[in-house]
Nanobody, 126 residues
Framework: VQLVESGGGSVQTGGSLKLSCAAS????????MGWYRQAPGKERELVST???????TYADSVKGRFTISQDNAKNTLYLQMNSLKIEDTAVYYC?????????????????????WGQGTQVTVSS
């Protein structure tokens, strides 16, 4: 299983970025996914999730500003971030929940762990 984030960068307050997470090695629609972030000196926190049936959740701090989505045909998870604030500065990670159907031809099995990408830096400045 591989998750590769992209789309991070530097932006001024009020700006927008769209993060992408390209997934491979498992059946993309078989499990939920999420975006997390970790700011310097802070714990990793949940930003947003999307379940296998498309149900979404958001942290209170990003509601109304961030939108999570996925394209099953492209095996890609997205996070559209608008009205960015300085406090959104962090490394953003995508994750696939336990229970994904992992494909290691000729085998398939349900994962027992959370898979993580390597992260992408988002820096918001005034």
């Amino acid at each position: 299983v591989q998750l590769v984030e992209s789309g991070g960068g530097s932006v001024q307050t009020g700006g927008s970025l769209k993060l992408s997470c390209a997934a491979s090695g498992y059946i993309f629609s078989s499990c939920g996914m999420g975006w997390y972030r970790q700011a310097p000196g802070k714990e990793r926190e949940l930003v947003s999730t999307i379940s296998s049936d498309g149900t979404t959740t958001y942290a209170d701090s990003v509601k109304g500003r961030f939108t999570i989505s996925q394209d099953n045909a492209k095996n890609t998870l997205y996070l559209q971030m608008n009205s960015l604030k300085i406090e959104d500065t962090a490394v953003y990670y995508c994750a696939a929940d336990p229970g994904c159907t992992v494909v290691e031809t000729p085998y398939r099995y349900r994962s027992m762990t959370t898979y993580w990408g390597q992260g992408t830096q988002v820096t918001v400045s005034s």
